[in-house]
């Protein structure tokens, strides 16, 4: 059985295709490509498979797209129509990513994985004893829209203050830029720029990195408190400047999570870009769809 794995995030398209658990290829899109779902039904079939497991950055009950900020031209879209008699799965791309994680990554082996994903925007999955739990309605685990500051910037999803609009990648790069012009600097083109500007000393981009730790750290912090989870794993574009921001991070859990909740391990992705594809294939494979 070929099974075709997608992660379909705020601006990007990943796919792999896979096979008696082997990743036999994979490519990288734009999702500005695909301004409804049609669109993609028509690039997916250019590949060979047998089933389809399309991880959305957006919700999706019933196979009904209700809300995709990244992608409003997907709202009310029934995916079931749009893919007709083709063998398919939709699930959102954080509880892939952690579902990943869990059975072929940094979590192998843990029984009570949060995941934490922080790319265009910013997501969530947990994953108890290898499967994914999603709350009554199919609907949980939207921890980019819990509230860091009731007074924070507006975020798109309508609300105010979300842990998005501090942590998300959109949000932090209009943070960055503001900063560097406040200080009469030009300011990096990019988030892989900051990065690189920090990493040769830059103190403008070293502080504000330090500044995202502190955020994330205090997330985290919550997160923690509440699930008491064996170990998070952190993923996304990101986390790939992990070194930057861990101390500040860190120092925030240390302070803000509750006396007997002690050690808990934060890690870092190991499959990166495949994380989210490998729970694609795992969910299928697997058996771990709730």
């Not at 925007?121 to 309605?137: A, E, F, H, M, W």
């Not at 819990?146 to 798109?156: E, F, K, Q, Y």
């Amino acid at each position: 059985m070929r099974v075709l794995a997608t992660d379909f995030g705020g601006t990007r398209v990943k796919w792999g295709l896979f096979e008696g658990g082997r990743l036999l290829k994979k490519g990288l899109v734009s999702s500005l490509e695909f301004s409804d779902p049609y669109k993609f039904r028509e690039h997916v079939l250019t590949l060979k498979w047998d089933v389809l497991v399309l991880g959305f950055a957006g919700l999706v009950k019933d196979h009904t797209v209700i809300h995709a900020p990244n992608h409003p031209n997907w709202e009310g879209y029934n995916l079931k129509e749009v893919f007709g008699d083709l063998r398919f799965h939709v699930e959102n791309d954080a509880n892939l990513f952690t579902l990943g994680e869990a059975f072929y990554g940094a979590a192998k082996g843990r029984k009570f994985v949060l995941g934490i994903t922080l790319g265009t925007g910013v997501g969530g999955g947990l994953v108890i004893d290898g499967r994914i739990v999603k709350g009554y309605g199919g609907l949980g685990m939207e921890i980019g829209h819990i509230t860091l500051d009731i007074d924070g910037p507006a975020c798109n999803c309508g609300s105010y203050g979300c842990a998005e609009a501090f942590l998300g990648g959109f949000y932090f790069y209009e943070k960055v830029q503001r900063t560097f012009v406040r200080y009469g600097k030009s300011a990096p083109t990019s988030l892989k720029h900051l990065e690189e500007m920090a990493r040769l000393g830059v103190k403008t981009a070293q502080l504000l990195w330090n500044d995202y730790g502190r955020y994330l750290g205090v997330f985290v912090a919550s997160l923690i408190n509440v699930f008491d989870p064996e170990i998070v794993v952190l993923g996304g574009g990101i986390a790939k400047a992990y070194d930057l921001f861990k101390d500040t991070m860190l120092n925030e859990i240390r302070r803000r999570r509750v006396a007997y909740v002690l050690d808990t391990e934060i890690a870092v992705s190991s499959l990166g870009e495949e994380a989210a594809l490998w729970g694609g294939y795992h969910l299928v494979a697997g058996g771990s769809q709730v």
